[in-house]
Nanobody
Framework: QVQLVESGGGLVQAGDSLRLACAAS??????MGWFRQAPGKEREIVAA????????YYADSVKGRFTISRDNAKNTMYLQMNSLKPEDTAVYYC?????????????????WGQGTQVTVSS
């Protein structure tokens, strides 16, 4: 069983930065990802990273602004979010698979965190 705990969310202004962290228990060199869900919208992929950290995927809406990374020695995944926009407002979830390859599909993730709120004011 893997437990995931997100941190780092908050209320910021447009153009600001935030860094989310996802601390995992147990074995963690699996594919992981960040997803988000805004009110009234479906959950969507934000970024994903392979178990080794070598392969990364970004949604078009965050390319060039967000950076996903991981530190397997610390069992932690990060999402550096720069140039935040009001449309980035959502609950952000981290998730992990039980295999190493990267995936952009939420149904391929086995464990999920509780989520952290990110609110960007204009």
């Amino acid at each position: 069983q893997v437990q995931l705990v997100e941190s780092g969310g908050g209320l910021v202004q447009a153009g600001d930065s935030l860094r989310l962290a996802c601390a995992a228990s147990g074995r963690t060199n699996y594919g992981m990802g960040w997803f988000r869900q805004a009110p009234g919208k479906e959950r969507e992929i934000v970024a994903a990273i392979s178990g080794s950290g070598l392969a990364k995927y970004y949604a078009d809406s965050v390319k060039g602004r967000f950076t996903i990374s991981r530190d397997n020695a610390k069992n932690t995944m990060y999402l550096q979010m720069n140039s935040l926009k009001p449309e980035d407002t959502a609950v952000y979830y981290c998730a992990t698979r039980t295999v190493a390859p990267i995936s952009r599909n939420s149904y391929e993730y086995n464990y999920w965190g509780q989520g952290t709120q990110v609110t960007v004011s204009s």
